[in-house]
Every structure is written in C-alpha cells, then in structure tokens.
C-alpha cells in the first residue's frame, strides 16, 4: 500500500503551521505552496507576514524536525527528518523518504511543482 502524498503533505503542513503558531512565528504555508520532487525533497513554501525575522524559523528547526519525524511514524517511516530554512524562496525543505520501510514502496509524489 503506497502512501497517499496528499495526505502526508496535508499532514506535515498542518505540523509546520501548528509549531510556527505555537511559537508566535508569523508564518505559514499551504498544500498550493509545497513542491515535491520524489527522489529528494519536499519544499514547503512560506508566506511570513512582514517585519517577521526569518531568525525565529531557523531558531526551531530542531523541534520542527522531530515533530515531523513523530507525524511520519504513522506513515510507516521511522527515519529522522532533517528540517532545512531555504532562502529564496523561503521555505522549509524536508528529504523525501526513500522508501516505506513496512512496504518498501516509494512515495508518490510529483515531479513538479504543484500549480492553482
């Protein structure tokens, strides 16, 4: 059974937003804002609000990855998950998982940007 990439993507949006709120970080990203390219990373683009120091996203990077890693766990990946703040664009970048150890299959994600 190959993990649906929506709803992993669903999934880890909601954790970045959820930790960027939980630490006043006016910051967020969204399903149309997330490229993913299948053999090595998923880029989650970020809309900060103006004035927001990008100092405050690197400053989390660590908690963010271990909450990332936890919400993979329930996909059947128990990899870590190195998180990465990318300049420009900004976004938070994120390895793409080989394959599911449970499965052995490879996530489906696309090889281009999402576009809407």
Known sequence: MQTDIKTLLT????????????????????????????????AYGLKVAPGQAISRIENIQRELANELARSRLKFGYSAPCPVRVRDYPLAIEVPTQPRCPSTGARPPCAARPRTR
């Open 11 to 42: 999934r880890e949006i909601a954790v970045i937003n959820g930790m960027l709120q939980a630490h006043q970080i006016q910051a967020g990203t969204a399903l149309t804002r997330t490229m993913c390219v299948r053999s090595s990373f998923i």
